[in-house]
């Protein structure tokens, strides 16, 4: 009996050779054959008809449809939510409902073309009608109304659908000037504190208004509460710091920017009143020392900006600048498997290709510029929407 214990081939049996295990190519090979099959199939007019008809699979047939006319339409439902917001629809049915001929009065339109409006903006779930010819705000058209961010982006939007009239010539020509690259002027101009002042305000009061949001995002993701002080590292006009100090009495409270933006900030941390609490450092984030004043530095949409050798740049700097034991946290949007992540990522680098800099970044590709950067133990923290940031840390 002990002799067959000894002689059984169990080692065999539970570790496969290398010659059975699985080929991924092969795997691979066939995952793309069946693709490859059933997009034949549906490239065939004919199977398409059958499937529309075929009870069992017709809901899936026009879920499709519906879904690649949402592509196709999708710019015709954009000018519909930009209309909306020029003629200043969402403020005038805030907190009220109004008829259709009162909401033509305060538009200047037609009865007729209002009305137009109204129900395309209906369809699109930004307003409803509450009673003959009458209308109020729906769900994504009250957001719009209380969130002067999303308005001020739908705004800017004319600049984004300009240089992306004709994508295929952007493509084929990055180098092409763009409405964005003369409006982001920071981002490529190699004296970054050569920026016109009047410029910086412009850009900075974009930034200010989308900021709300954002800023609400962060904190809801990280406790800030235990550090004595942070720093935000091209923190535009100081509205991040300003809603964490809000949150967080006891922190004090540094920013840096360039000498134009420093200068709005100052007077808007001032205004809040935030003065006391407030440090302002200015200068180029790529190249000047920063100082060596806070336990978290922050990088709020910055990295995305630029392009990884001025993002490496900019980290590179950070790491010689700051004490050992800093935290970074670097936050944006970011490309990742969940739905609002891949919204933003096609968002984001269309946008970015027509500004002429930056990437939406994997939060992978974030953490290995900070650890080439020499930045340790980098981490992902998920927020409560991808759609507006995912955050990364490391430390110094």
Known sequence: MSERVTTRPQKAETRPTKGLAPDRSAVRGLGLRIRQWRNALLGSPEFRSRIQRFPATKWLANKKANALFRLTAGFVHSQVLAACVKLRVFDHLRDRSLKTAELAERCDLPEARMRLLLEQAARLGLVRQAETDGWILDDAGVVVATDPGIAAMIAHHDMLYQDLADPATLLRAPETDTQLKRFWAYARNEKPGAIDPDRAASYSGLMQASQSMLADCILAAHDFGHYKSIMDVGGGDGTFLATAAAAHPHLALHLFELPPVAELARRNLSAKPLGARSELHSGDFAADPIPATADCVCLIRILCDHDDAR?????????????????????????GPSEGAQLAAVYFSLYFLAMGSGRCRTDTAIKGLLVQAGFGRPHTVATPNPLLATLVFAER
């Open 311 to 335: 993002a490496l740049a900019i980290l590179n700097n950070l790491h010689r600048s700051l004490a050992p034991g800093t935290r970074v946290m670097i936050a944006e949007a970011m490309a």
